[in-house]
């Protein structure tokens, strides 16, 4: 039963306005059941509901309401109830806001004072949640390490006794017990989606045994709203990412990038390349047939395009690959328009990247180096911007090219990973 009728109102005719004016959030709006909930300070989402607290929603604007109805929506359209996965709660949330305040504002929306942005945090814009969490997570640990005040106490209890948000329990009980500590923002959360078994009566009417939207129903939902705004001539500008994400959903990139390099040395485990110590006399020798896996070769752009946070996740991807493989050698080579430096990590050895480098961007030198090896390696996995001049033809090597960003440019060969 609804309690405050002038709330829910606003809130109906924010949707309408939506619906005529920014019908790509408009209609995506009007599948998310309204909810009055006194026990939020703002408002929330799991991707079936919006909740919302009266008081707040009576003290903003009418274009404030729109906006807070587009923040939450916005939420639902990239998948974030689905993907917070065993994150800290409250600084996913961040990440999540971080992720799509800049597109909202750039879209014109009045997003009230208060609300957080990329730049706030040295950070740039058109990143994924993940990312934002990755790195806003490692300026909290910066900060602990200079004598922050105690900020980290919940993240050392987090890591002592089991992380925050194991459950969707967690996460509810986290909302209701930390309500003093308030919300990343004042436009709102978004909350874990709930189970199937969670259902609750809407202020809109709505049954209760209305199923609540998946994941895949949003992707579908956000591709045929993109394609009613278009033929309105009403889709904002700037949301052809929003639309790829849409088709081509987010993907945790570590274990692809492991079963890569499982699935390309098991190829080796038959066949060998050609012996190239006695290539150069005009002689074709197989080399010794073993199942041991052989060389991986790490190609690591040092231009500068490539920051810390993606260079370690990288690093502990590269061990777990490793110790799960095997392979006899791992050979890093560090370059920009040159090669810089060559690390060898032998079998067991474990593997730490040391960057050498930072002018512009040639992929040549790391291929050319390959060539001259001794050993052809069973893979190539390069991690780069793919601003930089590729090679004319391909190497026939199994190649992975890891990117830190999603990106229009297509490599002439080898696999595309977006490291989101």
């Not at 994400?245 to 040395?265: C, G, H, L, T, Y």
Request: proline content about 6%; charged content about 25%; overall charge negative.
């Amino acid at each position: 039963m609804i309690q405050n009728k002038e709330a829910h109102r606003r809130l109906i005719a924010a949707r309408t306005t939506m619906v005529l004016d920014q019908p790509f959030w408009g209609m995506l709006s009007s599948k998310l059941r309204l909810v009055e909930d006194a026990k939020c300070k703002t408002a929330w989402t799991d991707g079936t509901q919006i909740g919302y607290n009266s008081t707040f929603i009576l003290s903003l604007t009418s274009r404030q309401c729109i906006a807070l109805m587009s923040h939450e929506t916005e939420h639902c359209t990239r998948g974030h109830p689905w993907r917070r996965g065993g994150r800290d709660h409250k600084q996913f949330n961040i990440a999540a806001d971080l992720s799509i305040n800049a597109d909202l504002r750039s879209c014109g929306f009045a997003l009230p004072d208060g609300a957080l942005f990329p730049e706030q945090y040295g950070l740039p814009e058109g990143k994924s949640a993940e990312w934002y969490y990755e790195r806003v997570q490692a300026q909290q640990q910066d900060k602990q390490k200079q004598g922050g005040s105690g900020a980290g106490e919940k993240q050392e209890k987090e890591e002592q006794g089991g992380g925050a948000g194991d459950s969707q329990d967690d996460c509810e009980q986290e909302d209701q017990q930390g309500a003093d500590d308030g919300p990343p923002d004042p436009l709102g959360e978004v909350r874990d989606a709930p189970r199937s078994s969670e259902k609750e009566d809407s202020e809109d009417g709505a049954a209760a045994d209305e199923p609540n939207l998946t994941e895949e129903d949003w992707r579908q939902a956000v591709i045929q709203a993109a394609q009613i705004a278009q033929g309105q001539g009403k889709l904002p500008a700037g949301l052809e990412r929003l639309i790829e994400a849409a088709k081509n959903p987010i993907v945790d990139w570590r274990p692809i990038m492991r079963r890569f390099a499982q699935e390309s040395a098991s190829a080796d485990y038959s066949w060998r390349r050609p012996n190239r110590r006695f290539r150069s006399i005009g002689m074709y020798m197989p080399e010794m047939h073993s199942r041991e896996v052989g060389v991986i070769a790490i190609g690591v752009d040092t231009s500068g395009s490539i920051d810390e946070v993606l260079l370690a996740q990288f690093e502990a991807e590269v061990q777990a690959i490793a110790e799960e493989v095997q392979p006899r050698r791992i050979v890093v080579f560090y370059s920009d328009a040159k090669v810089h430096r060559t690390d060898v990590f032998e079998k067991y050895e474990p593997v730490k990247l040391h960057p050498a480098g930072g002018g512009g961007t040639d992929f040549r030198p790391v291929f050319q180096a390959i060539e001259e090896m001794d050993e052809q390696p069973v893979c190539v996995i390069y991690l780069t911007d793919l601003y930089g001049t590729f090679p004319d033809s391909d190497p026939g090597i199994p190649t992975l090219w890891v990117t830190g960003q999603e990106s229009t440019i297509k490599p002439p060969f080898g696999e595309l990973l977006a490291a989101a």
